[in-house]
């Protein structure tokens, strides 16, 4: 008859696993850290649009003046005032970056069918953002990374300013911005009143967050 080795079989039962307790407080620490870590994370996530707006709204910019040293003219019908597209309300921008695009969207525009820049598909067209809408109801519009039009308004009346400026106060020092051009996102909020506007203050409200090419 064998003798019992109690020793053994009690480290064995020791070993055997985390007790209850133990996987409640790992549990409860990887919580912490992740409440932690997340706003962060949105942080940066949000950072990384904002950044990726601005040089959006840069290229948009580029890319008219580009057109305008090409052709002489503007992308757009010319008018009695500086010409805004907004994508918000009955107009859209579909015509101006179709012009700009090239890829034979727009000859008449375009005759030498030039791509003066080339943003990227939206990649979910029923939910169109950071690119060019694909989807009837948005084809040929440019997105910004929260789902909102890019808006740009161009001096039409070739004074060398574009006007008003959608802002009246911290977005510059006088009514117009100088240039041939100007554009701009509602940000993170999609809320401006700086279209039809101009918006009483650029650091006031929800245009606080809007994303513009001129500062």
């Known amino acids: 008859m064998g003798v019992k080795r109690w020793g053994a079989e009690n480290r064995s039962e020791g070993a055997a696993g985390f007790t209850l307790i133990e996987l409640l407080v790992v549990i409860t620490v990887i919580a912490i850290l992740m409440a932690l870590l997340f706003p962060a994370f949105r942080g940066a996530q949000e950072q990384a649009k904002r950044t990726q707006a601005k040089n959006d709204v840069t290229q948009i910019v580029t890319a008219v003046n580009a057109f305008y040293t090409e052709y002489g003219q ?29 890829q034979g969207l727009d000859t ?13 598909d939206v990649k979910d067209p029923a939910n169109p953002r950071s690119g060019i809408g694909t989807a009837a109801a948005t084809l040929g519009q440019y997105f910004d990374p929260w789902g909102k039009p890019y808006i740009a308004r161009l ?61």
């Open 74 to 102: 503007y992308p757009v019908t010319d008018s009695s005032a500086d010409f805004t597209v907004d994508g918000l309300n009955s107009n859209t921008n579909d015509k101006l970056f179709n012009a700009l695009r090239g």
């Open 108 to 120: 008449t525009t375009n005759p030498k069918d030039i791509a003066f820049f080339s943003p990227p």
């Open 155 to 215: 001096d039409t009346t070739f004074d060398n300013v574009v006007s008003p400026n959608p802002y009246q106060l911290n977005a510059g020092a006088s009514a117009s911005v100088s240039g041939g051009v100007i554009a701009w996102s509602f940000g993170p909020d999609g809320k401006s009143d700086s279209v039809p506007g101009p918006a009483p203050d650029k650091k006031a409200g929800t245009n606080d967050d809007d994303v513009i090419s001129w500062q």
